[in-house]
């Protein structure tokens, strides 16, 4: 099983562009989907974006959609989400998730999915 670690959050202003890296250590990451999830303060954790295994395919939330890219290269690399045109509302813990059990032909929105989990990175978007 794998162990993740993310890394990439801070400080930025609206409209400026962050790029998180999730890194794992311990197996084989590419036998892995990845997923970003966000948690804001009072509010429930909720999806932003997934890739396969292979990388051939990638999902959005609604939200982030346009903004937000979600890649990986090889089982070398970290799965990263590009974030551009941040918004206030992108103020959360960002964590990023995994799991070897997904189907490549499917996406998994919900947390239940995966079940390795980062520690989190914050992003606070100020005005």
């Known amino acids: 099983q794998v162990e993740l670690v993310e890394s990439g959050g801070g400080l930025v202003q609206a409209g400026g562009a962050l790029r998180l890296s999730c890194s794992a250590s311990?197996?084989?990451?590419?036998?892995?989907?990845v997923g970003w999830f966000r948690q804001a303060p009072g509010k429930e954790r909720e999806f932003v974006a997934s890739?396969?295994?292979?990388?051939?395919?990638?999902y959005y939330a609604d939200s982030v959609k346009g903004r937000f890219t979600i890649s990986r290269d090889n089982d070398k690399t970290p799965v990263y989400l590009q974030m551009n045109g941040l918004k206030l509302e992108d103020t959360a813990v960002y964590y990023c998730?995994?799991?070897?059990?997904?189907?490549?032909?499917?996406?998994?929105?919900?947390?239940?999915?995966?079940?390795?989990w980062g520690q989190g990175t914050q992003v606070t978007v100020s005005s």
């Open positions: 998730a995994a799991s070897r059990s997904l189907s490549d032909r499917y996406h998994y929105t919900g947390e239940r999915s995966y079940d390795v």
């Open positions: 311990g197996g084989i990451f590419s036998s892995y989907a």
């Open positions: 890739i396969n295994k292979s990388g051939s395919s990638t």
